[in-house]
């Protein structure tokens, strides 16, 4: 019977299907707490705008005016008070560093044969739309898990054709896998950058500022923003640069400092502002109260599943990062710190983990008979 092993990720020694039960049961997990621990002032407050009672500009749309009416009332709510914007503020910081990380592997060589990760905007649209932490218990999460079995696979087939049992030499490894989790191109680091800065930091400002259902709109459509300034600038960073050839991000500390630093100043912010709110008195009324609830909710199973997500692919280490700074910093910037340390995890064991894990194995066969062993004393 197969043992796990600390040093090998569990994404790589269970089948999928068993690595999923986990999302699948934090999904379950939400859906109940929503219920159970959701006000009752929620549903009321749909109803007012399926009775077209609430924001009549928006709830009169056909077919998708209730949904969309609940959705920026819930938001304008939520903002409706000094202390619901600094908590709101804590929980936008961080899902600006899981965008910054999601659009790093987007980037990535390795993931371009996945549409689900090469092209985010649409799992996104849905999870900001409709689906909450659902989609990422149940789409985004498992399409990430699934991926990284895949491109192991490939890697052994690959190693199987060009080398066959030969040994490698682990410089020509450590190149190789470096090459293989590269950015497509150079000028990704730009176009990340600055399509997160525009598409989604300025909008989330708005929102937390002006407060009304205009800003709430503009916010609500982030990953559409997102998108079109990434694609305009990376157009414009290819045709600007000479050498626009593949990039290990990993490797440019400055590079790095360029795509994680707003996420990261923005999470440090806004987790000073919200302790230094928790010292005055609470301006929330009752309704800005019930929305940011069923908000901070569905935000932590969000990140619990994150955080899942960052053990099985990449261990324990990474997610005792995540966890620890999320107490000093905030969870945005222990995301950013978290998503280096993983990278480095999952590179160590790129490069020499097919190794350990065959030395585990005949360690741990006492039953293994060598070809030097006398049968008989």
Not at 29 to 43: E, Q
Not at 85 to 100: K, R
């Amino acid at each position: 019977m197969a043992r796990i092993k600390v040093n090998l990720p569990l994404v790589h020694q269970l089948p999928l299907q068993y690595v999923l039960i986990i999302p699948i049961f934090i999904s379950v997990l939400a859906a109940l707490t929503l219920t159970i621990h959701g006000d009752v002032n929620i549903p009321l407050l749909y109803s007012q705008c399926h009775a077209r009672s609430r924001l009549p500009a928006i709830s009169h749309l056909p077919v998708l005016g209730a949904p969309a009416c609940f959705l920026v009332s819930t938001l304008m709510l939520a903002t409706a008070s000094v202390r619901g914007v600094a908590q709101l503020s804590v929980l936008l910081a961080f899902l600006g560093a899981l965008l910054t990380a999601c659009r790093v592997e987007a980037a990535r060589t390795c993931n371009q044969r996945s549409w689900n990760i090469r092209s985010p905007t649409l799992s996104w649209l849905t999870f900001n739309l409709i689906g909450g932490t659902f989609v990422w218990d149940l789409w985004i999460v498992p399409v990430f898990l699934k991926r990284a079995k895949d491109v192991r696979v490939e890697r052994i087939k690959q190693d199987a054709m060009e080398f066959g049992q030969a040994s490698r030499d682990l410089f020509e490894d450590e190149e190789r896998i470096m090459l293989e989790r590269s950015l497509t191109t150079k000028a990704e680091v730009c176009a990340i950058s600055i399509a997160v800065a525009i598409g989604f930091i300025a909008p989330s400002i708005l929102m937390l500022t002006l407060r009304d259902a205009v800003s709430v709109i503009v916010w609500l459509l982030f990953p559409l923003w997102v998108a079109v300034v990434h694609r305009i600038i990376k157009f414009a960073a290819i045709k600007l640069l000479r050498d626009n050839g593949p990039l290990y991000l990993e490797s440019h500390p400055l590079l790095v400092t360029l795509v994680y630093a707003l996420p990261f100043v923005a999470s440090l912010l806004s987790h000073a502002f919200l302790i230094w709110n928790l010292f005055h008195k609470d301006d929330s009324r009752q309704m800005t109260h019930t929305a940011l609830k069923f908000i901070t909710i569905d935000f932590a199973f969000i990140a619990l599943t994150v955080l899942y997500w960052v053990f099985v692919e990449s261990g324990i280490v990474p997610t005792v990062v995540m966890i620890a700074f999320s107490v000093f910093l905030g969870p945005g910037a222990a995301l950013c710190l978290t998503w280096l340390v993983r990278e480095k995890a999952i590179c160590a064991f790129a490069i020499s983990g097919e190794k350990y894990e065959s030395d585990d194995e005949t360690d741990g066969d006492d039953s293994t008979v060598h070809e030097d062993t006398p049968l008989l004393n």
